[in-house]
């Protein structure tokens, strides 16, 4: 599979790259975009690249991270403050929608974002128009609005966490960043890039994967996404001294799915099917050395069931020994 290039984003999948097509395809509009997905996944890397793509790029991109800011600094930050409009407001204050005014604001993780800011960016989304802390008059502005979420955005608003109204002004344009291990193919895509990218950076000789680095990477499930391949390369080039990474300089955090080699696997009176299940895949992955596409093949499911599989036994605990005998 060839490589497609989005900017600074790099896919092979045809599924993500539909997904970047229709960014494509409405960066020329003012519309405003919800991106949701998993952290890691890329989602500011998408808005920067509507942004660019869009009538705006000459102007500056401006982005606010909605659960970086302390909630009682956050409406000051947005919407900015007149000179004594509070007790330490000595000077006035510019926010960050007047700075994106004829740009684009991106206001990532917006399920952060208080309900008495959701009702004044409603406002500013719908008139156009902010109102500074202490101030007179509304301030007209011109701004695309681009929101990221790795929550569901819709459950927040049955619970009554969200605004449903601005749910539905936000999510004209909703683009789902899928996970890395909904991509697979995109993992030594990726890897082979961050090498290049990292060599550089890091003034090291280019160096390529060995098979078995090969493999350990392809066997992992990535919840940490891009951002966490990213890491494990970069330190795995900093660690290598010869021209190929070996599978023993790919470290992965809590890769280990632990079961006692060589051993039939028992089953006592009262196992659960699940458990059952569990031990299965456990002892089947311990006979391929932890490759998954030979492991979904001795199972017989796809390599995408397996992944889901392992990704829900990941969130009770993967150090767990599975009692084979």
């Not at 930050?77 to 604001?105: C, H, N, Y």
């Not at 955005?153 to 291990?181: A, C, M, Q, T, W």
């Not at 390529?208 to 066997?219: M, Y």
Request: aromatic share 6%; charged share 25%; with cysteine.
């Amino acid at each position: 599979m060839n490589a497609v290039e989005f900017g600074a984003i790099l896919t092979v999948d045809q599924g993500f790259q539909r997904v970047l097509e229709t960014a494509t395809n409405v960066a020329l509009s003012k519309a405003t975009v919800m991106i949701t997905g998993e952290s890691g996944t890329g989602k500011e890397l998408v808005a920067r690249y509507i942004h660019d793509k869009s009538p705006r790029a000459s102007r500056k991109f401006v982005a606010i991270n909605c659960a970086a800011v302390p909630e009682g600094l956050l409406e000051s930050e947005l919407f900015g403050f007149e000179r004594g409009a509070f007790t330490g407001a000595m000077v006035q204050k510019i926010g960050k929608f007047e700075l994106a005014s004829q740009s684009t604001i991106l206001l990532d993780e917006i399920s952060e974002l208080p309900l008495a800011l959701q009702a004044k960016l409603l406002r500013v989304i719908q008139e156009e128009e902010v109102d500074r802390l202490g101030g007179r008059n509304p301030i007209k502005v011109n701004l695309r609005v681009i929101a990221t979420s790795n929550k569901d955005v819709r459950l927040l608003v049955k619970e009554g966490k969200f605004r449903e109204d601005l749910y539905y002004r936000l999510n004209v344009i909703p683009l789902h960043i899928p996970s890395l291990r909904e991509r697979p193919n995109d993992i030594l895509t990726l890897a082979e890039h961050f090498i290049k990218v990292s060599s550089i950076l890091n003034s090291k000789a280019a160096t390529v994967l060995s098979q078995g680095a090969r493999e350990k990477l392809s066997a992992w499930y990535w919840p940490g996404n891009v951002r966490e391949l990213e890491n494990v390369v970069e330190r795995a080039v900093l660690l290598t001294h010869g021209s190929e990474i070996q599978d023993s300089l790919i470290h992965i955090e809590n890769q280990s799915v632990v079961v006692i080699p060589n051993q039939p696997l028992a089953i006592e009176p009262g196992t659960t099917i699940a458990e059952m299940e569990k031990l299965l895949i456990f002892k089947t992955l311990d006979k391929t050395r932890q490759n998954r596409t030979q492991a979904a093949r001795l199972l017989g499911i796809s390599i995408r069931t397996l992944r889901n599989k392992l990704h829900e036994y990941s969130g009770t605990g993967r150090h767990e020994e599975a009692d084979c005998g």
